[in-house]
């Protein structure tokens, strides 16, 4: 049962335009959200995160949003370069299980020139 | 300040031996965890070391184990290992006292033969 979902395995988008990463979960009790970014053979470098009590939260080039009906959060990458071209992993975890993050499957984004 | 180290980087080993892998967290982070990435599955999370204590611990056999020292330090055991353990494993750090994001190590790649 994967309780994070990462529907889209790639995506592609040119340099200096906007990247979106999308991200479904399905357990309720979580109640933190974290993106990673990770390339091959490096372990995975911490992006942004976000409390269920927020919609939002910016991190200079970095947005991410919840919709916490929905069950969905999205990274906004604003403006893509190509040093962004990495996998990115969306973590969620419940504050009463501490350091337990239960990934998705990743998103490949490739930033064109 | 420096970040989450993991020795060694690879590791190659027959299958029926065991293995030990070493993590020392960033200075006066108190939580380790231990991660399992495999193309098929992900990053899977084997469990989380607090002040010495496992706090937390994922859906793996008994063959995987782990321990912290008293300077937060921590090591991961795999006993009889099996060609399914070939992964790379990665090790991540907390303060513990707060604060959601988890920093990881570039982590150990093993191989099973």
């Known amino acids: 049962d994967q309780q994070v979902k990462q529907n889209s395995p790639s995506l592609s988008v040119q340099e200096g335009r906007i990247s979106i990463l999308n991200c479904d979960y399905t357990?309720?009790?979580?109640?933190?959200f974290l993106w990673y970014k990770k390339y091959p053979a490096e372990g995975p470098t911490f992006l942004i995160s976000?409390?269920?009590?927020?919609d939002k939260n910016e991190d200079g080039r970095f947005t991410v949003f919840l919709n916490k009906s929905a069950k969905h959060l999205s990274l906004h990458i604003v403006p893509s370069q190509p040093g962004d071209s990495a996998v990115y992993f969306c973590a969620a975890g419940n504050t009463g299980t501490a350091s337990k993050l239960t990934f998705g499957t990743g998103t490949r984004l490739q930033v064109t020139l | 300040k420096a970040g989450v180290t993991q020795t060694p980087r690879y590791l190659i080993k027959t299958r029926g031996q065991q293995v030990t892998l070493s993590c020392s967290p960033i200075s006066g982070h108190r939580s380790v965890s231990w991660y399992q990435q495999t193309p098929g599955q992900g990053l899977q999370f084997l469990f989380e070391?607090?002040?010495?204590?496992?706090?937390n611990k994922g859906n793996f056999p008994g063959r995987f184990s782990g321990r912290q020292f008293s300077n937060s330090r921590s090591e991961m055991n795999v006993s009889t290992l099996e060609l399914g353990d070939s992964a790379l494993y990665l090790c991540?750090?907390?303060?513990?006292?707060?604060?959601?994001?988890?920093?990881f190590g570039q982590g150990t790649r093993l191989t099973v033969v």
């Open positions: 991540a750090s907390r303060p513990g006292g707060g604060g959601y994001e988890a920093f």
């Open positions: 357990n309720s009790m979580f109640d933190y």
């Open positions: 070391y607090f002040s010495e204590t496992q706090r």
């Open positions: 976000i409390s269920s009590i927020k």
